[in-house]
Every structure is written in C-alpha cells, then in structure tokens.
C-alpha cells in the first residue's frame, strides 16, 4: 500500500529526481492527554523537487561549526522531537555555514541534519551505529563507496582533535550527497585541499544511486 500511495504522489510531480518525506504520529486524541487508548495515526507525505549540487559545486568546498551534543539518548530513533536539531540548524543559518558538527564527551557524533566522515591515512572513519546517531541508506552507501574505492572503512568515535589532523571531512545526507567540509571552526581541513578520495567516493556513490 506505502508503495502505490508514494508512486501516486511522484507521479503528480514534473520532476524528475524527487525527496520524498513521510511522517506518521500516533493521531489526534479527543481530549489533552500524554496517555491513549486507539487512536488513528495520522500520515503526512509530501514531495519536492531534489536538485542536487553538481560535483564541480560541491569541490569548492564548504564550512561548518561544531557545538556540544546536548540532545537526548536515543538519536536512532526517527522521531518528531528534534528540537535540538532544529536550533542547530538554525544556528548554522544564521552564521552563514553548512552545518552543525556535534560532539558528546569529546567524541564527534554526527551533524544536526547529517552523519559526518574523516578521512585520515586512506582510513574512512565515522562514528559506529548505535543510540548517538542516526544512521540511514545514505550512509551505507557512502561507506560501500569507500570501500570500492579501496580505503578502509572503521566506524569508531573520532574527536574534534583528530579532525583537525584529518586529509578530508565530508557530512552526508539524502539531499546533500557526499559534501566535503574545508572549513571547520573557522580553520582550513587539510590546509582547504579537498583529498582526491573524496572524487572516487562521490563518482560511485553516482552509480549506486542510479542503479
């Protein structure tokens, strides 16, 4: 049933590569109350547009910031509680960078609105699964691109004091693709030299994408 109610609504869309988002939440009770009995979940989908920037945007590099990762326990569930993210987003907006990269006792987690990778002596490293991130199809596929680009692949913290000895940073997301990040806090990554692994990793994650 999700399969036709989702080919129904991209078919109503001119474009081509299209992001589609679907929400469900418990419903709408009768009265103000944080317990239920059954109630009919309510299902909002929607699409847009997905235009992707170009591999030649995306090499003049981006910036980012990090801040402390003040949100709750359990960052693998998809929920509609995200606060937190939302003012990281913001904040992020409104100092004209990318991201948010956060960090929990010393250890980088992931972005406010993405999973981030370091690139350090042909090792890809991003933070394992679990309850502090998040994880999802975009970054599986990064990390078999990495590893069909012959660099290992360790999913192991990594702290703000490794990226800054790092050969590349990259955040990843469904609409962002692979992005590189040259400019962390205000300082370059790997002196601004985006690592020619990062072309390798996004050229075949092209291919998984569009097979």
Same mark, same amino acid.
């Not at 999913?155 to 590349?168: C, N, R």
């Not at 601004?192 to 990793?201: D, K, N, Q, R, T």
């Given at each position: 049933?999700?399969?036709?109610?989702?080919?129904?609504?991209?078919?109503? +869309?001119?474009?081509?590569?299209?992001?589609?988002?679907?929400?469900?939440?418990?419903?709408?009770?009768?009265?103000?109350?944080?317990?239920?009995?059954?109630?009919? $979940?309510?299902?909002?989908?929607?699409?847009? $547009? &997905?235009?992707?920037?170009?591999?030649?945007?995306?090499?003049?590099?981006?910036?980012? #910031?990090?801040?402390?990762?003040?949100?709750?326990?359990?960052?693998?569930?998809?929920?509609?509680?995200?606060?937190?993210?939302?003012?990281?987003?913001?904040?992020?907006?409104?100092?004209?960078?990318?991201? #948010?990269?956060?960090?929990?006792?010393?250890?980088?987690?992931?972005?406010? !609105?993405?999973?981030?990778? #370091? &690139?350090?002596?042909?090792?890809?490293? !991003?933070?394992?699964?679990?309850?502090?991130?998040?994880?999802?199809?975009?970054?599986?596929?990064?990390?078999? +691109?990495?590893?069909?680009?012959?660099?290992?692949?360790?999913?192991? $913290?990594?702290?703000?004091?490794?990226? *800054? *000895?790092?050969?590349? &940073?990259?955040?990843?997301?469904?609409?962002?693709?692979?992005? %590189?990040?040259?400019?962390?806090?205000?300082? %370059?990554?790997?002196?601004?030299?985006?690592? $020619?692994?990062?072309?390798?990793?996004?050229?075949?994650?092209?291919?998984?994408?569009?097979?």
């Amino acid at each position: 049933e999700w399969q036709s109610i989702l080919t129904k609504l991209s078919g109503l +869309s001119s474009a081509l590569d299209q992001s589609l988002y679907l929400q469900i939440t418990r419903g709408a009770d009768t009265q103000r109350k944080h317990n239920f009995d059954t109630l009919t $979940p309510t299902v909002y989908i929607e699409t847009s $547009p &997905l235009i992707a920037k170009t591999k030649s945007q995306l090499e003049n590099g981006f910036s980012a #910031m990090t801040r402390e990762d003040i949100r709750w326990h359990r960052c693998d569930i998809k929920a509609t509680s995200l606060l937190a993210n939302i003012l990281y987003a913001q904040e992020a907006k409104q100092h004209q960078v990318e991201e #948010m990269i956060l960090s929990r006792n010393h250890q980088i987690t992931e972005g406010a !609105t993405s999973n981030v990778f #370091m &690139l350090k002596d042909n090792t890809l490293f !991003t933070h394992p699964t679990g309850p502090n991130i998040l994880s999802g199809i975009t970054r599986d596929l990064v990390i078999s +691109s990495a590893k069909a680009c012959k660099l290992n692949v360790q999913e192991t $913290p990594f702290s703000l004091d490794d990226i *800054q *000895q790092a050969d590349g &940073l990259w955040i990843s997301s469904s609409t962002r693709e692979i992005m %590189p990040i040259t400019l962390l806090d205000d300082q %370059p990554i790997n002196q601004g030299v985006i690592h $020619p692994a990062w072309s390798c990793v996004f050229d075949y994650y092209q291919q998984l994408k569009n097979d």
